[in-house]
């Protein structure tokens, strides 16, 4: 009788296909082939001795996986802990995959590199090389590199930053002791501006105004304002030239970052940083000197898309201590020590809305800002001085 090809080629295409959905290894597609392409074979190996042979290749299969080695992740690290900081300094590095092992460990410090400090688990420490600016940071492991995260190297200690910032508070009392005319740019958003909170009261730049023009009889200065409500940082970045270099000004002062904390705008903390350090580069390019106010607090809880305010503040800080700017952190002082002059109802008496500041927190600021350019006078009235003229 003859065999029915027709039938066991049907068979042996079954078991073809399911050698290849359980098995992918070489040794089971040579038998899926020897299977399939050799009839005479086919006929004369039953399927139980081809399930005997896919058990014992299997096994094989098996124990050769079990013999290799698996393949090394490479290194990754998630934060600089600070990622600002001065030569010398010591930084940590969170991250994983570091394999433990101090020596095989390289810090990549912008053009740098450097040993390991100490390594304690997921934690690398190393010290801050001679590379003054902005370097990103990485981690080579075993010849494999990780991301990179950005770092601020200042190449001068705190104590020779905080001389230089006295310089230029040299240089500003400089400016008034001389008679020469010159102009100071305020820019900012809303509050610099003035817009709507006020009531008709002075904005803080209208009563500096006041002060050097007036009160210190400096009447050939200007006092020009520039500020825009609803502007970030990368609004007055991108249009430096018109909202201040075109006007020549000696001094700067700067106010931004209510916006920029704004979820809705979309900028980053990164980005924040960025976009002063780059200001102040520019002011000082054009031969000005630069002052930084920080944003008065808000009511959170009522303006929560803003909650993270406090994050650009502290940025804003980091980047005047590092770039020696003179700085006024209204931040501080509003929560300090205009609390408890306001008796905790700083935003009560302070604030026209969650936001922005009234008439008389304008006056505030001015008064910050007269303190830290070292023209306040308690009885002058720009200073909150008594105010009285004539008889009545």
Same mark, same amino acid.
């Given at each position: 009788?003859?065999?029915?090809?027709?039938?066991?080629?049907?068979?042996?295409?079954?078991?073809?296909?399911n050698l290849q959905r359980i098995h992918h290894g070489i040794e089971f597609?040579?038998?899926?082939?020897?299977?399939?392409?050799?009839?005479?074979?086919?006929?004369?190996?039953?399927?139980?001795?081809?399930?005997?042979?896919?058990?014992?290749?299997?096994?094989?299969?098996?124990?050769?996986?079990?013999?290799?080695?698996?393949?090394?992740l490479p290194p990754r690290i998630y934060l600089l802990i600070p990622n600002?900081?001065?030569?010398? @300094?010591?930084?940590?590095?969170?991250?994983?995959?570091?394999?433990?092992?101090?020596?095989?460990?390289?810090?990549?410090?912008?053009?740098?590199? =450097?040993?390991?400090? @100490?390594?304690?688990?997921?934690?690398?420490?190393?010290?801050? #090389?001679?590379?003054?600016?902005?370097?990103?940071?990485?981690?080579?492991?075993?010849?494999? =590199?990780?991301?990179?995260?950005?770092?601020?190297?200042?190449?001068?200690?705190?104590? =020779?930053?905080?001389?230089?910032?006295?310089?230029?508070?040299?240089?500003?009392?400089?400016?008034?002791?001389?008679?020469?005319?010159?102009?100071?740019?305020?820019?900012?958003?809303?509050?610099?501006?003035?817009?709507? +909170?006020?009531?008709?009261?002075?904005?803080?730049?209208?009563?500096?105004?006041?002060?050097?023009?007036?009160?210190?009889?400096?009447?050939?200065?200007?006092?020009? !304002? =520039?500020?825009?409500?609803? +502007?970030?940082?990368?609004?007055?970045?991108?249009?430096?030239?018109?909202?201040?270099?075109?006007? !020549?000004?000696?001094?700067?002062?700067?106010?931004?970052?209510?916006?920029?904390?704004?979820?809705?705008?979309?900028?980053?903390?990164?980005?924040?940083?960025?976009?002063?350090?780059?200001?102040?580069?520019?002011?000082?390019?054009?031969?000005?000197? #630069?002052?930084?106010?920080?944003?008065?607090?808000?009511?959170?809880?009522?303006?929560?898309?803003?909650?993270?305010?406090?994050?650009?503040?502290?940025?804003?800080?980091?980047?005047?201590?590092?770039?020696?700017?003179?700085?006024?952190?209204?931040?501080?002082?509003?929560?300090?020590?205009?609390?408890?002059?306001?008796?905790?109802?700083?935003?009560?008496?302070?604030?026209?809305? #969650?936001? +922005?500041?009234?008439?008389?927190?304008?006056?505030?600021?001015?008064?910050?800002?007269?303190?830290?350019?070292?023209?306040?006078?308690?009885?002058?009235?720009?200073?909150?001085?008594?105010?009285?003229?004539?008889? +009545?």
């Amino acid at each position: 009788m003859m065999p029915n090809t027709s039938l066991g080629r049907t068979k042996q295409e079954e078991i073809g296909r399911n050698l290849q959905r359980i098995h992918h290894g070489i040794e089971f597609n040579l038998i899926k082939v020897m299977v399939m392409k050799s009839k005479s074979i086919s006929r004369r190996l039953p399927v139980w001795i081809i399930l005997i042979l896919m058990g014992l290749l299997s096994c094989k299969t098996t124990e050769d996986k079990s013999q290799v080695v698996p393949e090394l992740l490479p290194p990754r690290i998630y934060l600089l802990i600070p990622n600002t900081g001065k030569i010398g @300094d010591i930084i940590k590095i969170i991250g994983d995959n570091y394999l433990k092992v101090k020596e095989n460990i390289i810090v990549n410090f912008g053009t740098k590199k =450097t040993g390991v400090v @100490d390594l304690d688990d997921n934690v690398v420490t190393f010290k801050v #090389p001679d590379l003054p600016g902005e370097n990103f940071v990485s981690v080579t492991v075993n010849e494999r =590199t990780s991301n990179s995260l950005k770092f601020i190297c200042s190449k001068v200690s705190a104590d =020779t930053i905080e001389d230089f910032s006295s310089k230029d508070k040299a240089k500003v009392k400089a400016i008034l002791d001389n008679k020469e005319p010159v102009n100071w740019v305020f820019t900012g958003n809303s509050i610099t501006q003035g817009a709507k +909170h006020t009531h008709g009261m002075r904005s803080y730049p209208e009563i500096f105004a006041e002060r050097i023009r007036w009160e210190l009889q400096r009447t050939s200065d200007y006092i020009i !304002n =520039t500020a825009i409500s609803g +502007h970030t940082s990368k609004n007055i970045h991108d249009d430096f030239n018109r909202r201040v270099a075109q006007f !020549n000004p000696r001094v700067v002062v700067l106010m931004i970052g209510t916006n920029d904390a704004a979820t809705t705008r979309n900028i980053t903390l990164d980005q924040y940083e960025s976009n002063i350090y780059n200001l102040i580069d520019l002011i000082r390019g054009i031969g000005a000197i #630069p002052v930084l106010l920080s944003p008065t607090p808000i009511i959170a809880e009522k303006s929560p898309e803003r909650s993270r305010l406090i994050d650009y503040v502290v940025k804003m800080k980091e980047v005047a201590r590092l770039k020696n700017v003179i700085f006024v952190d209204n931040y501080s002082i509003w929560s300090t020590d205009l609390n408890e002059k306001y008796n905790g109802e700083v935003f009560k008496k302070l604030l026209n809305d #969650p936001l +922005h500041p009234n008439g008389f927190g304008h006056q505030e600021i001015a008064i910050a800002l007269f303190k830290e350019l070292s023209v306040f006078d308690p009885q002058a009235a720009t200073c909150g001085g008594p105010y009285y003229e004539g008889e +009545h």
